[in-house]
Nanobody, 123 residues
């Protein structure tokens, strides 16, 4: 069982920055996707950014050029640097992992989830 713990959320004004972190318990999967997802009230959970075992990093269109996903393999920690934040980025952000590659931005395919961290962006 993999455990994921997010941190780094908070409240910022539009144009500000936040860095989310996700610490994962040790796992050894040859192929995997690890990603960030978000869910705003009344909306479906959506994939924001992900990284797979080949280092491919897909992003949803609305965050391209503003968000950057990275991973520290030695520390089993995933990061999401969020710049130029907008009010529409407000949501609960979740970290997730699946021991398979492909469709890394599809939240329906993930096995392990963190508890989430709230991001609130005010105008």
């Amino acid at each position: 069982q993999v455990q994921l713990v997010e941190s780094g959320g908070g409240s910022v004004q539009a144009g500000g920055s936040l860095r989310l972190s996700c610490a994962a318990s040790r796992y050894t999967y040859g192929r995997y996707c690890m990603g960030w997802f978000r869910q705003a009230p009344g909306k479906a959970r959506e994939g924001v950014a992900a990284i797979d075992s080949d280092g491919v990093t897909p992003y949803t269109d609305s965050v391209k050029g503003r968000f950057t996903i990275s991973k520290d393999n030695a520390k089993n920690t995933l990061f999401l640097q969020m710049n130029s934040l907008k009010p529409e980025d407000t949501a609960m952000y979740y970290c997730a992992l699946k021991p398979r590659g492909g469709l890394c931005l599809d939240p329906r395919k993930y096995d392990y989830w963190g508890q989430g961290t709230q991001v609130t962006v005010s105008s």
